[in-house]
C-alpha cells in the first residue's frame, strides 16, 4: 500500500467553523492533489501542486485553500465550513514524470451540520 | 477537450464470472496513458492496471486485462473469474505528456453476487 496518510478520517462539525484537512506523503512525491468526491460519483480536482511553494486551483471551484511548505505535507483549509462543504475529500500524490501512478490517501469525510 | 466516458453507470454480475467495463476517451495527443482505478466501499483508491499508449500490447496483471484499441479510443478493462472483493467503483482516466493531472471517468459502479 502506498504511504500516504489524511487525518481526520471523519468529521463532523458546525457552520462557521474553521477545519483543517491533513495530508502527508513519506514517498518523496512531488506533486499532491486534493479531490471532492461525493459518495459513489466521480471525482473533482480542486487543488493541486507541483512542488514546495506551488500551488494551483483545480477544474472545481473551491473555497478551501491549500498549502505546501514541505514536500511531504499538503493541508486543506476551510476558514468557514458551510453544509455545502459536506464530502470525502481525497488526497493524493505522484512522481514527477508524465504517466506517473497517482497514489490516494484513504479520505477524509466531511459533514458540516 | 480531452474526456473520458464510461457508459456503464452500474454493473452487477455472479461470482466467477468474466466481466469487461468499457471505456472511451477523446485526445489529440500522440503519447498519453490509460488507467483504471479500482476504489472498494470506504476504502482507499488503488491503481488496477495502466497502459502506455504507444505500446501495442495490451497490459495485464492477474485477473485483469485491458483491451486497448487506439484507433477507435477505446481503453475496456477484462475481469475473469470475478470474486465478492472485486466489487467496487472503478475508474478510467488518462494523462499526457504535457498535462500533469488525470482526466477521469464518472465511474462504473462493480457488484458481484455470491
Known amino acids: 500500500e502506498a504511504d500516504i496518510y489524511q487525518t481526520p478520517r471523519y468529521l463532523v462539525i458546525g457552520t462557521g467553523k474553521k477545519i483543517t484537512l491533513e495530508c502527508s506523503q513519506t514517498?518523496?512525491?512531488?506533486?499532491m492533489y486534493w479531490y471532492q468526491q461525493d459518495p459513489g460519483m466521480e471525482l473533482h480536482l480542486i487543488h493541486y501542486s507541483y512542488g514546495v511553494n506551488s500551488t494551483e486551483k483545480g477544474d472545481l471551484s473551491s473555497e478551501s485553500t491549500v498549502s505546501r511548505i514541505r514536500t511531504e505535507h499538503f493541508p486543506l483549509t476551510l476558514e468557514s465550513a458551510r453544509p455545502s462543504h459536506t464530502s470525502q475529500y481525497l488526497c493524493a500524490s505522484s512522481g514527477r514524470r508524465p504517466g506517473n501512478t497517482i497514489y490516494f490517501g484513504e479520505g477524509s469525510w466531511l459533514t458540516v451540520v | 477537450a480531452q474526456t473520458v466516458t464510461q457508459s456503464q453507470p452500474e454493473m452487477s454480475v455472479q461470482e466467477a464470472e468474466t466481466v469487461t467495463l468499457s471505456c472511451t476517451y477523446d485526445?489529440?495527443?500522440?503519447?498519453?496513458?490509460l488507467f483504471w482505478y479500482k476504489q472498494p466501499p470506504s476504502r482507499q483508491m488503488i491503481l488496477v492496471i495502466r497502459q502506455e499508449a504507444y505500446k501495442q500490447q495490451n497490459a495485464t496483471e492477474n485477473r485483469f486485462s485491458v483491451n486497448f484499441q487506439k484507433a477507435a479510443k477505446s481503453f475496456s478493462l477484462k475481469i475473469s473469474d470475478s470474486q465478492l472483493g472485486d466489487t467496487a467503483m472503478y475508474f478510467c482516466?488518462?494523462?499526457?505528456?504535457?498535462?500533469?493531472?488525470?482526466?477521469w471517468g464518472a465511474g462504473t459502479k462493480l457488484i458481484i453476487k455470491p
Open positions: 482516466a488518462f494523462s499526457w505528456d504535457s498535462n500533469y493531472q488525470l482526466i
Open positions: 485526445t489529440s495527443e500522440s503519447n498519453y496513458y
Open positions: 514517498m518523496g512525491h512531488d506533486k
